[in-house]
């Protein structure tokens, strides 16, 4: 599975404001915003709208970059081996 990790910054100030992820597959998910210490009132804006906190500049993504992971779906244990083949009955003589 992709994952795409993206910090988000202010144009004004330059600060970062937090970190989006999304996981890309079979059903892409909503991003994930982690804000970053002191910029929590972000959470929960449309980020399209928001703006610095601290300074009220516009934000933009920088640094995008892709991240390669397994997913945490458990495998079933491989069995080892082949099957027994069934031996023939011994005749007697």
Known sequence: MI?????LK??????TAGELETIVGDSPSAPRFQPMPGMESLIG???R????????GTLFIEDVERVYFLSE????????GRKPRPR???VAS
């Open 10 to 15: 202010c144009y004004l100030c330059g600060r």
């Open 3 to 7: 994952k795409y990790r993206a910090e």
């Open 49 to 56: 709208e928001a703006r610095c906190p601290l300074c009220g």
């Open 73 to 80: 779906q458990r495998f079933a244990p491989e069995k080892r």
């Open 45 to 47: 804006q449309s980020m």
């Open 88 to 90: 023939p009955d011994s």
